[in-house]
T-cell receptor
């Protein structure tokens, strides 16, 4: 099992460009998440999904859109990239939201730089 | 408003020493408290977790201590090793209704 995979691993964008980050999981998890990690800020939740076809906003959703058309995939889109979106992006998945089902499995991350 | 406050931001410990990282929370509805470990260039991974019905949970050299009345929980790493050097995140969730809320992380360096 590959677990949680993310593509691409690195990307450099110019301000105003758009891109999509892809997350895939092969564990049949219902729940998927997108986080951003910035120095001194910890992990901040951007958007999450509680199942195929559903999405919900997290702590820092502005400037991002997501889609969950297939259970195994969760896409994060930046329509018009800004330097403030320079960050490391992590995708995660879990069986559920409760107790022991809540363990989140993280991907290896995507390092995005917006110039 | 930060729901889970973690301290210290960074920590340097001698090999063989005890590393202690603390977290505090305000939301009394939180009922699941995990710790995640992240090595450089990798995603975080679950290290150990506790529910509020126990005051302590131990797994090898790693122990969570939980104080419900003080709304605090801490991670203790006994006999710290250079291989424990990583960033540690505490987190919390409530009744399975919302995703985990993470602390800001502690960068631990264990020096020989």
């Amino acid at each position: 099992n590959a677990g949680v995979t993310q593509t691409p691993k690195f990307r450099v964008l110019k301000t105003g460009q758009s891109m999509t980050l892809l997350c895939a999981q092969d564990m049949n998890h219902e729940y998927m998440y997108w986080y951003r990690q910035d120095p001194g800020m910890g992990l901040r939740l951007i958007h999450y999904s509680v199942g195929e076809g559903t999405t919900a906003k997290g702590e820092v959703p502005d400037g991002y859109n997501v889609s969950r058309l297939k259970k195994q995939n969760f896409l994060l889109g930046l329509e018009s990239a800004a330097p403030s979106q320079t960050s490391v992006y992590f995708c995660a998945s879990s069986y559920g939201l409760a107790g022991g089902l809540l363990e989140q499995y993280f991907g290896p991350g995507t390092r995005l730089t917006v110039t | 408003q930060q729901q889970v406050k973690q301290s210290p931001q960074s920590l340097i410990v001698q090999k063989g020493g005890i590393s202690i990282i603390n977290c505090a929370y305000e939301n009394t509805a939180f009922d699941y408290f995990p710790w995640y470990q992240q090595f450089p260039g990798k995603g975080p991974a679950l290290l150990i977790a506790i529910r509020p019905d126990v005051s302590e949970k131990k797994e090898g050299r790693f122990t969570i201590s939980f104080n419900k009345s003080a709304k605090q929980f801490s991670l203790h790493i006994m006999d710290s090793q250079p291989g424990d050097s990583a960033t540690y995140f505490c987190a919390a969730s409530s009744h399975g209704n919302t995703p985990l809320v993470f602390g800001k992380g502690t960068r631990l360096s264990v020096i020989a």
